[in-house]
C-alpha cells in the first residue's frame, strides 16, 4: 500500500526494489537520498527513504542516522561562547560537565613530576593560541601543560602543550604552543599537567571531592578525577603517546584557561 495522497515512486522504490532489509547497507540508504533536494515537490519520496530507513534500523537494531552517521563520544552540551565583552578566555577546568566553580584548593607541584590528565569538552572549534595557569604559590620551575586528544575515554596522542614559567604568583598566560592544538567544538579532550623539575610551587585548583569523578574505581569510596601516566621519566615533556598503563588518581584539578582563535 502506498503513502496516503502519495505519487508513483520514481527514485526511491526503483533504486532498492531488488534489496531486502536485512542486506541493505547504511552506503546504500545514504547514496539514493544524498542528491534529493529538500522540497515539496521530492516530499513523498523523502517520506519514502526515512521509511525505508527506519525499516531496516528496525531490522538491524542500530540507528545510525539518515544521511550520515552518528559519531560516537560527542555530546549535546552547550557551553556559552565568548562575545564581544571582556570575556576572552575558555576556563575549562571549571566548565560542565567534569568541572566545579571551584578555584581556592591547590594542586602540589611537587606531586606532578609527571603528567596528570583531566577530561574537558571543547567549548569552541579552532586553533589554540594561549594556554593559562595560575599560581598561588611560586617556584623557580616550569610547568608543561599538554593536550590530549581523546580515545574511548582515555587520553591518547599529544597534540602540543606550553611551558609555563610559575616563578611569580597570580594568573600566567603563555603563548608560544610547542605544535598546532586544534580542536573541536563539543569534543571531549585531555589537558594534563606536570613540573619540570623538583618544585615547591602550587597552582590553583578545583578539590577533587568536588569536581565530577572520572566514574571508575575500586571502591564506591573511590574519588578518581586524573588519570596518571606512570611509564614517563620523572620532570620530562609530555609524552607524544600516553601510556595505557594509567595510574588513577584522586587529585586536584589544576584551574587551567584556553584562548581559542
Known amino acids: 500500500m502506498s503513502l496516503p495522497d502519495a505519487t508513483r515512486s520514481d527514485r526511491v522504490y526503483p533504486l532498492l526494489q531488488n534489496l531486502d532489509l536485512e542486506n ?31 525499516a531496516r534500523l528496525t531490522v538491524a537494531g542500530e540507528w545510525n542516522g539518515l544521511l550520515t552517521a ?34 581556592v584548593s591547590d594542586a602540589t607541584l611537587a ?24 599560581v598561588s604559590t611560586s617556584h623557580a620551575s616550569n610547568v ?22 610559575v616563578s611569580s604568583t597570580g594568573n600566567i598566560y603563555q603563548t608560544s604552543i610547542t605544535g598546532t592544538i586544534t580542536l573541536v567544538k563539543g569534543t571531549q579532550y585531555w589537558y594534563s599537567v606536570n613540573v619540570d623539575q623538583s618544585s615547591t610551587g602550587k597552582l590553583n585548583a578545583c578539590n577533587y571531592r568536588y569536581v565530577a569523578s572520572i566514574a571508575i574505581g575500586d571502591a564506591l569510596s573511590d574519588l578518581i578525577s586524573a588519570v596518571k601516566d ?18 588513577y588518581s584522586s587529585f ?10
Open 24 to 54: 541493505l547497507a547504511f552506503a546504500t540508504v545514504q547514496g539514493v537520498g544524498n542528491t534529493l533536494n529538500i522540497e515539496e515537490m521530492n516530499e513523498d519520496e523523502l517520506r519514502r527513504l526515512v521509511l525505508v530507513n527506519l
Open 111 to 134: 606531586s606532578m613530576d609527571k603528567p596528570f590528565a583531566f577530561p574537558f569538552l571543547s567549548p569552541a572549534s579552532g586553533d589554540i593560541s594561549e594556554i593559562g595557569v595560575r
Open 70 to 103: 552518528a559519531s560516537a563520544g560527542a555530546f549535546n552540551a552547550e557551553l556559552t561562547p565568548i562575545g564581544a565583552s571582556a570575556n576572552t578566555r575558555y576556563l575549562i577546568a571549571t566548565s560542565p560537565p567534569w568541572g566545579v566553580v571551584d578555584n
Open 252 to 261: 586536584n584539578r589544576p584551574i587551567v584557561s584556553l584562548k581559542v582563535a
Open 144 to 165: 608543561y601543560v599538554a593536550i590530549y586528544s581523546d580515545d574511548s575515554g582515555t587520553p591518547t596522542s599529544r597534540l602540543g602543550y606550553a611551558t609555563i614559567d
Open 230 to 247: 606512570n611509564a614517563v621519566s620523572s620532570y620530562a615533556v609530555p609524552p607524544a603517546t600516553f601510556t595505557n598503563s594509567f595510574g
